[in-house]
């Protein structure tokens, strides 16, 4: 995810961060790191398919010893679509900024 916003033109780092971190601490309280997968409402499993967070929360605690929501193959899966389709993203995003002289 620091990859796509770090691609985004901008004066300063702080325009960078400051969207990226109101997207990563929302995403951050779905992972399962604070609250276990298991014990969330629908609407917090529906979000948490969708943040990367969540897979790299529960292969790591798999490969700690703990039990795992997914199967380990999963995690890995998602993490490598999740890396594949916000670098393509964030190097379509930068190469349209530098067609416009951003």
Sequence with gaps: MEVLFSTLPGQNVGAVMMPATLIRWPLLFVSGLFIPLGNLAAW???????????????????????????????????????WIAFLATGLWLHEMGRQKGL
């Design 44 to 82: 917090g499993k529906v979000l948490s398919y969708l943040s990367p967070l969540t897979y790299a929360n529960d292969i790591i605690h798999a490969a700690m010893g703990g039990g795992s929501y997914f199967h380990p193959a999963l995690d890995a899966a998602a993490l490598i679509v999740f």
